[in-house]
């Protein structure tokens, strides 16, 4: 296998901690998305879409977006488990994942891809050219704050994001919650169950990743 | 069991799709999204996010998210296997299902919420008020057809989206262009690959859930 990633990149991280959660260490190449390495016919050929990150399995073919690269990993290394042990449990990290993807990673993209200078005429990942729409960056900054407040609500009554165990879930809620950073969004102050349970997976070895 | 579904709704259909696929009949209900039900003091119990659809499990738990609600039934109904039969079969399932919302699905609804005249108000899904986007409603409207021409290219050698098998992407793919037509947006003349899995698909007697 072979890990086509962006070490400053937030969805590759997303693999990068559930890859070191598990203790696998995995042939990674390094796709410079600064100097746009990922349009480069030699990428386009890993993965058309020209997103990272991507895995190449033993036989050449590759195998992209983030769930499905967990979902592999955890499938051919389940232990430890965490896209939860039956089946319910599972439904709830992915019920939380979704969740997480769709109403805080997303909006965080919407508010960081629509206003950065450098991303200027480069408003939504992949090869197409579409140009800022500035009132977009402002709904996603919304969305965020909107989004901490129901981390917050939801963690006051559950230790991780789905239930009593770490997972997937809470992997794709560090990534965002390090990523609204980027734009100056921090975690407020009266987010007091959602600032516990950052500082829990932040001093988890894996967050380093 | 209980599924809350709407009728008239492209995210819902996605699971109507798949339960019709495994022969499963479950009691079913339907909430108006037309009327706002799904902001009533009794389904914000169902699912605080607002949205269909939701599984409520028999202990009284509910489950939201498409894909979540799919994965908990094909764990507890296996056949016909609709997410992939083997590790690296599930990965491209998945794949494929997330490119299709992403690329698709999550555009299209950009595209219609933020300029239905009906949605004023109400561009993004759930119990927050946001105003259109007009330029985001064009956005949507371009990757929406430039989503169709990939399609169209990837079915030029694959049957179904994820390989030989009808899945869950597949699902996601139709409701996705049925879901197009809602703005006026039809599969392309020269898109004949996309046309020809549109109609193999369609005739499939799951499509009329």
């Known amino acids: 296998m072979r890990f ?3 070490k400053t990149a937030p ?3 997303r693999v ?3 890859l070191a959660e598990k203790g696998i260490e995995i042939e990674t190449v390094q796709v410079d998305l600064g100097a746009g390495e990922q349009f480069s016919e030699a990428f386009r050929k890993v993965n058309p879409d020209c997103v990272v990150p991507a895995l190449e399995l033993d036989d050449g073919s590759c195998i992209s977006e983030v769930l499905a690269i ?3 990993i955890e499938e051919t290394h389940p232990e430890p488990a965490l896209m939860g042990g039956t089946a319910e449990k599972r439904a709830r990290v992915s019920m939380w994942n979704a969740k997480v993807e769709q109403q805080g990673l997303w909006a965080m993209a919407d508010a960081f ?3 950065a200078k450098g991303l200027a005429g480069r ?3 992949g090869l197409e050219a579409y140009p800022q729409i500035p009132e977009l960056a ?3 900054r919304a969305r965020v704050l909107q989004f901490f407040g129901r981390l917050d609500a939801h963690l006051g009554n559950n230790e991780f994001l789905a239930g009593e165990s770490f997972s997937m879930a809470d992997i794709t809620a560090l990534v965002f919650v390090d990523f609204a950073r980027w734009i100056k969004i921090h975690v407020p102050d009266n987010a007091s169950n959602l600032a516990r349970w950052h500082v829990v997976v932040s001093k988890r070895p894996s967050a380093a990743a």
Chains 1, 2 share one sequence.
């Open 113 to 115: 891809r629509n206003s």
């Open 16 to 18: 990068r901690i559930f």
């Open 123 to 125: 408003a939504v990942t």
């Open 11 to 13: 969805s590759p991280r």
């Open 138 to 140: 402002e709904r996603g």
């Open 70 to 72: 967990c979902q592999y």
């Open 4 to 6: 086509y990633d962006c």
